[in-house]
C-alpha cells in the first residue's frame, strides 16, 4: 500500500482504500474471535459489505483532500490520514446500511444477501432454537454497531495524525452521525404517518429525508471532511460543499424517478419497489398533489402495498407523467446540476488544479447520468 | 454546575454528571428538532432512560481520575472532561441496553417501558400504518445509534481538553466497544445454539459472556479511563482495574444468582424470567453438569421455555441447590471478592488517600451485597 504521495490517480487511491478496509476489518476479526470464534461472522459480514459499492465517498474525500494542498504548505506527504478517513466513511456507511436493511426489510444489497438475512441463513443452517427473523435482526443490530463504532475510531486515527485541523474535522464527521440517523427516523415516520395536508408540506419532508438522509453524507461531509482534515481554509470548503452537495440532491432525485421508472434488467431492482415501500418521494408528492383527484387517490391507495403488481406500477408511471410530476423532477434536477456548475466556476478562482477539476467533474458526471 | 475543583462528595458529583447528561441531551434535541420536530423522541427516549440507573460507572471514572490526582502534578483544577468521560459511559450504557432491550424482547428498562416499547406506543397512539412491533424496533435501533455515536462525541471532548492523555484513553474506550458488541453477540449464540458437551464449555462461554458483555465495561473499563484520561501511570491503572474487574464478575454472578432465586418484590422481575429467556449462566452450567441425569434433563427442557410457571421456577430453584450449583457460585463470589481485597492492599501501597479508598470500598459493597 503506497504510504506517501497524493495518489494522483483515483484507481490507485480506490485500490488504497480497499487495502486499508481489508486490513483494518482483518485486525478488527482477529480481535474479536479472540474472545470467541463464534463471534467472527460479526466482521465477516462487514467485510462482504464493504467489497461492493463506488467508493464515492473516499474519492469526494480525496479530492477535498487535494484541493487543500494547493493552498497548503505540504505539512506531510503521508496519505495515512486520508485512508483512514476514507475507511471511516465507508464504515459510517456500512452501518447505515445495515441498520437500514433492517429497518427497510430489505432482502439484498450490492447483489448479495443483505447483512440480516446473512445471519438469518446462518442460523437456519446451523439448526439452531429460537425465532429465525429475530437472530438476524440481532446480528445485522450488533454489525451495524461495530461498523459505527470502528467508524469512529478510524475517524480518531486520522485525526490523531492531523491535530492541528482534528477539531474542526471532528465537528463535521459528528453532525454527520446525528443528521444522517435523524435522516433514516424522519423516512419512517413519512411512511408510516400518511399524507399531508399540501404539496409544499409534502416535498419539504421528502427533501429533509432526501437531504440528511443521503445527500449531505455522500457528497458534502465527505468532501468538506478531506478538505478540512488536511487543513484547506474554511472558505475552500464552503466552496467545494456548495459544489457537491446539489450533485447529491440531484442524485437522490434521480434515484426516485428510478425507483418508479427505472429498467429493472439495469437497476437490479423490481418495478415498483420504492412504491410497494411506500416512500414518499418529491415524484410522489407532485404526483398526489397534481394528479386529477380521481388518479391522485388512486396513487395514494397504491403506495405501500406490498401485493402491487407491475401492472399497477405502469398506471403509476402514467398518472406521474400525465401529472407533470415526473418533468418536474427532470427540471428539478437540472436546475440543481446547473446550480453545481456555478459553485464550481468559484473553485477555478480559488485555484483548484485542472487535475482536480478533471477528477470532481468525473464525479459529478457519475452522480447525475446514472441509470442504476 | 460546578466547574473545578475534584467534587470530592459523590453525590455532588453524581449530580453534576446527571446535570452534563441533561445539558448535553437538551442540545442534541434541538439539533435534532431542528431538522424536524418529529425527530424529537428519539432524543426523548434517551433524556427519559438516563434519568435512572446508580451512575456506578462515572462514579467508578470518578475514583480513577482521583487516584491519579495523587501521584501527578495537577495541571487542571477543572473537571468538565470527567464529567465528559462520565456522560459518554452512561451514554455507552444507554446505546447497549436500548438495543440489548430488542434482542432480548425486554419491554421494561428501570421501571419503564423500554425504547422500543415506547416507540410502539407513539406509533398506537398517533394511529399510524404499517407494523407497530416493527415501529418500535426502527425506533429503538436509532436511538440506539445516536446513543452510540454521542457517547463517542463527548469522549472527543473529554480527550481533546487532556491532550498528552488522549491516546492512551482512546484505545481503551474503543476496545470496550468492541468487546461489550462482541458479548452482547456471544450472549444470544450461546441461548440459541443450545447445551454444550462439557461443563468447563459451558462455564467457558457463560464466562466469557459475563466478562465482555458486563464485567469489564461496568467496572474495569471506568476505573481505568478516568484515570488514564486525568494521566495516572499504567501501573496505577493496572492496579485498580485488578481491584475493580472481580466485582464487576461477582456482581453479574449475584445477577445470574438473583435471575433464579430473586425475591420478585426486591428484584422488580417475575420469578423465573432469566429461565423463561433462556441465559445460559454459569450457575445453570453447574446445574446442567452437576444434577442427576433426570433432573438435568428437566433443567435442560425448561430453558427458554416461555410457559414456565412459577411453581416449574420453584423446581428449578431446588435442583440448582441440591446439584451444588447454587453453592458453587456463591463460593466463587466469595473468591472473587477476597482476590478484589488483595489487589487493594496494592492500591494502599501506591498511596491512595483513605477518601479515595472508602469511595471505592462503598462501591465495592454496592456491587458484592446486592439484593436487587
Given at each position: 500500500m503506497p504510504t506517501s504521495g497524493h495518489l494522483y490517480d483515483?484507481?490507485?487511491?480506490?485500490?488504497?482504500?480497499?487495502?486499508?478496509?481489508?486490513?483494518?476489518?482483518?485486525?478488527?476479526?482477529?480481535?474479536?474471535?479472540?474472545?470467541?470464534?463464534?463471534?467472527a461472522p460479526l466482521v465477516d459480514s462487514l467485510i462482504a459489505l464493504s467489497r461492493g459499492g463506488k467508493k464515492l465517498r473516499p474519492v469526494l474525500a480525496w479530492i477535498g483532500w487535494r484541493a487543500a494542498w494547493v493552498h497548503a504548505p505540504v505539512e506531510t506527504e503521508d496519505v495515512q490520514p486520508l485512508l483512514n478517513l476514507a475507511a471511516a466513511l465507508e464504515l459510517f456507511q456500512a452501518a447505515a446500511l445495515v441498520h437500514d436493511d433492517v429497518i427497510d426489510r430489505s432482502a439484498t444489497r450490492r447483489s448479495q444477501p443483505s447483512?440480516?438475512?446473512?445471519?438469518?441463513?446462518?442460523?437456519?443452517?446451523?439448526?439452531?432454537?429460537?425465532?429465525?427473523?429475530?437472530?438476524g435482526t440481532t446480528g445485522a443490530i450488533l454489525s451495524g454497531d461495530l461498523a459505527l463504532s470502528w467508524a469512529s475510531e478510524l475517524f480518531d486515527l486520522a485525526?490523531?495524525?492531523?491535530?492541528?485541523n482534528a477539531l474542526r474535522a471532528g465537528r463535521v464527521f459528528r453532525q454527520m452521525h446525528t443528521e444522517v440517523i435523524t435522516?433514516?427516523?424522519?423516512?419512517?415516520?413519512?411512511?408510516?404517518?400518511?399524507?399531508?395536508?399540501?404539496e409544499e408540506e409534502a416535498v419539504r419532508r421528502a427533501r429533509t429525508v432526501l437531504?440528511?438522509?443521503?445527500?449531505?453524507?455522500?457528497?458534502?461531509?465527505?468532501?468538506?471532511?478531506?478538505?478540512?482534515?488536511?487543513?484547506?481554509?474554511?472558505?475552500?470548503?464552503?466552496?467545494?460543499?456548495?459544489?457537491?452537495?446539489?450533485?447529491?440532491?440531484?442524485?437522490q432525485l434521480r434515484d426516485d424517478v428510478l425507483g418508479v421508472f427505472g429498467d429493472p434488467g439495469v437497476t437490479g431492482k423490481p418495478v415498483g419497489d420504492d412504491l410497494r415501500e411506500g416512500k414518499r418521494t418529491e415524484l410522489i408528492a407532485y404526483g398526489l398533489h397534481r394528479a386529477p383527484e380521481a388518479a391522485g387517490a388512486e396513487l395514494e391507495?397504491?403506495?405501500?402495498?406490498?401485493?402491487?403488481t407491475e401492472q399497477d406500477a405502469t398506471q403509476i408511471q402514467e398518472i406521474l407523467t400525465s401529472a407533470g410530476a415526473l418533468s418536474h423532477v427532470e427540471a428539478e434536477i437540472e436546475r440543481l446540476t446547473a446550480r453545481s456548475t456555478e459553485a464550481r466556476a468559484k473553485l477555478v478562482n480559488l485555484g483548484?488544479?485542472?487535475?482536480?477539476?478533471r477528477d470532481f467533474d468525473a464525479v459529478a458526471e457519475l452522480l447525475v447520468s446514472r441509470t442504476s
Open positions: 483515483q484507481a490507485e487511491f480506490v485500490a488504497a482504500v480497499n487495502q486499508r478496509i481489508g486490513t483494518f476489518l482483518a485486525e478488527k476479526k482477529d480481535q474479536v474471535a479472540a474472545i470467541d470464534p463464534q463471534a447483512v440480516h438475512i446473512q445471519f438469518e441463513q446462518r442460523h437456519r443452517a446451523s439448526g439452531w432454537a429460537g425465532d429465525t427473523a429475530h437472530f485525526a490523531e495524525a492531523m491535530p492541528a435522516g433514516q427516523f424522519l423516512d419512517v415516520v413519512a411512511e408510516v404517518s400518511g399524507p399531508t395536508a399540501t437531504t440528511y438522509k443521503s445527500a449531505k453524507y455522500s457528497t458534502e461531509y465527505p468532501i468538506e471532511l478531506g478538505c478540512a482534515l488536511a487543513g484547506g481554509t474554511t472558505e475552500l470548503s464552503a466552496a467545494l460543499a456548495e459544489a457537491a452537495l446539489p450533485l447529491g440532491i440531484a442524485f391507495s397504491m403506495l405501500g402495498n406490498p401485493d402491487l483548484l488544479t485542472p487535475g482536480i477539476l
